[in-house]
């Protein structure tokens, strides 16, 4: 009886022999974890791929196991305690393989969104979507939430990297709410490409496609541009449409034709046509099919020329429309070196529509008086105000008036849509291309919302160490 209540209290205290060495080695397998997971964040900081052509825990001095064990074999060499870790573990509690390297990823890309959540919290938002095609044909939809935080700094982070089977708004909408081959096809494959590129019709599609685009490629970079100016963006898209409309002549055309049309290269033989002989007796007058498809004729192409600049221009008017120009137009409301319409009440009304919001005029004329005042020397010394800088200067006024406010937030360019994709770009890259989706979109986030995943290093470690002790992968105790 003694010996138990001394046991039960050694227990309690915890200075059983058994539990301080338990506490001990429960120290050792978080510090082992930790620098996996100090691995990973380096990593998909920098856009690099984990995996190589192994994953095993003893191939890690063998070529092809990837930056990962790479690392991983580099810190063995450099850390002791590291070291020692290895030495006593057992060999399928390495957490080296790709199911721990997904587990961790998942992980760490579900406290960056958790931390976003928390950066929303009550404040005013807005979502953006847009979408690209990654190389294997997938839709790859970003969703970016932009809003603003309580000093009024409008901050935008990327909420998820979804895919769909379409691109169009519906679908969108959706979204938001729900080996190579071998060597001897390599090279037919090049004999059969280089045939097609010497054709006429594929120069002249080429060197067409090619002045188009150099008509589109100003407003589409001024598009992209984080801290555009919408307005400016979509006039000078009026611009660049009224220059592609004067491409509609023949002069262009002809052009064209003689580009593509050189000789230089030489035409490959066709096959004599033989009559058939079953009309031999008939008088051929005319011929009908593939004659009349053939787009190394003139005329064919004269047609697919005119009808593709006919279908950009639609393109373009349709995309920037009736509608949407009105909406771009009311941005102007937000300029205040525009003094006929800066917070001009039926403008804002405009915006608000789209939050099925009223405007309270009052507070437009208000607000438009006092920022007039507020601005009045900036503007004349000709600096450019922004929004974003007058949010951070009269914010704690504009909170009297709340639709003003609401319609100062409002985010109306996909900007940061378009960056993400970037970043999808890097971590998908060729020799990456089997890579799951899942992976792929936590990969992307991490990389982009890089301030938050450097958090990994010190305040959330505890946290990814807890949830991963939780986890379905757990080899090792860590709590």
């Known amino acids: 009886m003694a010996l138990w209540k001394e046991r039960e209290k050694r227990t309690e205290s915890g200075l059983e022999i058994s539990t301080l060495v338990n506490i001990n080695q429960l120290a050792r397998n978080r510090y082992y974890l930790s620098s996996i997971v100090d691995m990973v964040e380096f990593l998909v900081v920098n856009n690099l791929p984990l995996r190589g052509s192994t994953d095993a825990f003893d191939s890690l001095t063998e070529g092809g196991s990837g930056l990962f064990l790479s690392l991983f074999e580099y810190t063995l060499r450099k ?11 057992p060999r399928n509690a390495t957490y080296t393989s790709h199911d721990i390297q997904n587990d961790v990823i998942a992980n760490m890309s579900s406290l960056v969104t958790e931390e976003i959540v928390r950066e929303v919290a009550d404040s005013w938002y807005r979502i953006k979507v847009d979408g690209t095609r990654d190389p294997t044909g997938v839709e790859n939809i970003s969703i970016i939430v932009r809003f603003v935080k309580d000093n009024y700094q409008v901050t935008e982070r990327l909420l998820s990297m979804t895919t769909a089977e379409k691109g169009d708004a519906q679908t969108l909408t959706n979204t938001i709410n729900d ?36 008509l589109l490629d100003a407003p589409n970079k001024l598009m992209q541009s984080e801290d555009m100016d919408l307005l400016s963006a979509v006039k000078l898209v009026t611009c660049a449409s009224e220059c592609l409309a004067k491409l509609r002549c023949e002069s262009d055309f002809l052009e064209l034709w003689e580009k593509a049309d050189d000789n230089e290269m030489p035409k490959p033989s066709k096959r004599k046509r033989t009559i058939n002989k079953g009309l031999q007796e008939y008088l051929l007058e005319e011929s009908i099919g593939q004659a009349h498809g053939d787009l190394g004729n003139e005329e064919e192409l004269r047609r697919l020329y005119y009808g593709t600049v006919d279908a950009v221009l639609a393109e373009i008017s349709e995309r920037f429309g009736e509608r949407n120009s009105k909406l771009v137009e009311a941005l102007s409301v937000f300029d205040p070196q525009n003094d006929s319409t800066f917070l001009e009440a039926q403008l804002v009304q405009r915006m608000l529509n789209l939050t099925n919001s009223e405007v309270v005029h009052s507070e437009c004329a208000v607000a438009r008086q006092f920022l007039r005042k507020e601005l009045s020397g900036s503007i004349s010394s000709g600096e450019k105000m922004t929004v974003k800088q007058i949010l951070q200067r009269h914010h704690a006024t504009l909170e009297a008036m709340p639709t003003v406010l609401a319609a100062m937030t409002f985010g109306a360019s996909t900007a940061m849509c378009e960056n993400s994709f970037s970043t999808l770009k890097n971590v998908f890259t060729d020799n990456r291309r089997s890579m799951l989706h899942q992976r792929k979109a936590h990969l992307v986030q991490l990389a982009f919302e890089r301030d938050l995943t450097r958090t990994f290093r010190h305040e959330w470690k505890d946290s990814i160490l807890r949830r991963f002790n939780d986890s379905k992968h757990r080899r090792l105790q860590l709590f």
């Open 79 to 89: 850390d002791p305690e590291i070291r020692s870790v290895v030495q006593t573990i």
């Open 179 to 214: 080996n190579r081959r071998y060597e001897t096809e390599v090279r037919m494959e090049a004999v059969g490409l280089i045939k097609e590129v010497s054709e006429t019709s594929f120069k002249f599609i080429a060197h067409m496609v090619y002045k188009i685009l150099q």
